[in-house]
């Protein structure tokens, strides 16, 4: 991920009780901010759209999801998310399309948010690191979604399952944008965003040789450190919002 490119960060809002969070790797930066949020009484659910199956080499994916979607609900409830929920679109090779927009459509007619984070939809982190097809699909899904849940004559079998339409939704973040806009204090969160991150250890013992606890909290300080240049000096979570 490249350091934000804006000279200074604007506060995001905080007229907001609701949210719901649908980006894949949750714990690489928003947890800090998600920490800081639940604690100070909102309330975020997790909505994902694979349990990660293929995410490990040397796991078979049967092995693996069950897994990952085990380290996945305690790494949200270190960062106070009691709800999580997974869409069951098969790791690796999410498609987006209608079915991938229905359904994270339905999650947001079921939760009702103010505010939705979704993840960097570009082809790159900012430079030359690339970014997966998975991160794409759903980042770019999201905010066509968020229209579809206010829309009753899209997706009309979501109203006879009794989701009705929700137009509520106010602003989309984007976590891990090279061109963000708004940024979050996270130093009162850091330390669980720590802890949260260190839930899916399998994952982080397959990614590196590096002993866990370094890895992320070594991680999450420099980039929290690294957006607080742009916001007052102080640790910080950077999100590209778009209002609607």
Same mark, same amino acid.
Request: charged share 25%; hydrophobic share 40%.
């Given at each position: +991920?490249?350091?934000? +490119?804006?000279?200074?960060?604007?506060? +995001?809002?905080?007229? /907001?009780?609701?949210?719901?969070?649908?980006?894949?790797?949750?714990?690489?930066?928003?947890?800090?901010?998600?920490?800081?949020?639940?604690?100070?009484?909102? %309330?975020?659910?997790?909505?994902?759209?694979? =349990?990660?199956?293929?995410?490990?080499?040397?796991?078979?994916?049967?092995?693996?999801?069950?897994?990952?979607?085990?380290?996945?609900?305690?790494?949200?409830?270190?960062?106070?998310?009691? @709800?999580? %929920?997974?869409?069951?679109?098969?790791?690796?090779?999410?498609?987006?399309?209608?079915?991938?927009?229905?359904?994270?459509?339905?999650?947001?007619?079921?939760?009702?948010? #103010?505010?939705?984070?979704?993840?960097?939809?570009?082809?790159?982190?900012?430079?030359?690191? /690339?970014?997966?097809?998975?991160?794409?699909?759903?980042?770019?899904? @999201?905010?066509?979604?968020?229209?579809?849940?206010?829309?009753?004559?899209?997706?009309?079998?979501?109203?006879?399952?009794?989701? %009705?339409?929700?137009?509520?939704? =106010?602003?989309?973040?984007?976590? &891990?944008?090279?061109?963000?806009?708004?940024?979050?204090?996270?130093?009162?969160?850091?330390?669980?965003?720590?802890?949260?991150?260190?839930?899916?250890?399998?994952?982080?013992?397959?990614? @590196?040789? %590096?002993?866990? #606890?370094?890895?992320? =909290?070594?991680f999450l300080t420099s980039r929290a450190q690294a957006v607080g240049k742009h916001? &007052?000096?102080?640790?910080?979570?950077?999100?590209?919002?778009?209002? =609607?």
């Amino acid at each position: +991920m490249t350091e934000p +490119m804006n000279d200074r960060l604007k506060p +995001m809002p905080e007229d /907001w009780r609701r949210a719901l969070a649908d980006p894949d790797d949750l714990e690489y930066g928003c947890a800090a901010a998600v920490a800081a949020w639940t604690g100070g009484g909102r %309330e975020i659910a997790y909505v994902l759209a694979t =349990r990660g199956e293929a995410g490990i080499d040397s796991l078979e994916p049967d092995v693996c999801g069950p897994l990952r979607e085990r380290e996945q609900r305690a790494s949200a409830a270190v960062v106070g998310v009691s @709800t999580v %929920e997974f869409l069951d679109h098969r790791d690796g090779v999410i498609e987006y399309g209608p079915a991938l927009r229905r359904d994270i459509a339905a999650a947001i007619r079921r939760h009702r948010p #103010e505010l939705v984070i979704t993840l960097n939809h570009c082809d790159t982190w900012g430079g030359v690191a /690339w970014n997966t097809p998975d991160h794409v699909a759903v980042g770019r899904a @999201t905010p066509d979604a968020v229209a579809d849940a206010g829309n009753r004559w899209i997706f009309p079998e979501l109203a006879a399952r009794g989701l %009705e339409p929700w137009n509520g939704v =106010r602003w989309v973040a984007v976590a &891990g944008s090279s061109t963000p806009t708004h940024a979050v204090e996270a130093e009162s969160g850091l330390d669980r965003a720590v802890r949260s991150l260190l839930e899916h250890r399998t994952y982080i013992e397959a990614l @590196t040789q %590096e002993e866990p #606890e370094t890895y992320a =909290r070594s991680f999450l300080t420099s980039r929290a450190q690294a957006v607080g240049k742009h916001f &007052g000096g102080k640790p910080a979570v950077a999100f590209e919002l778009f209002g =609607r």
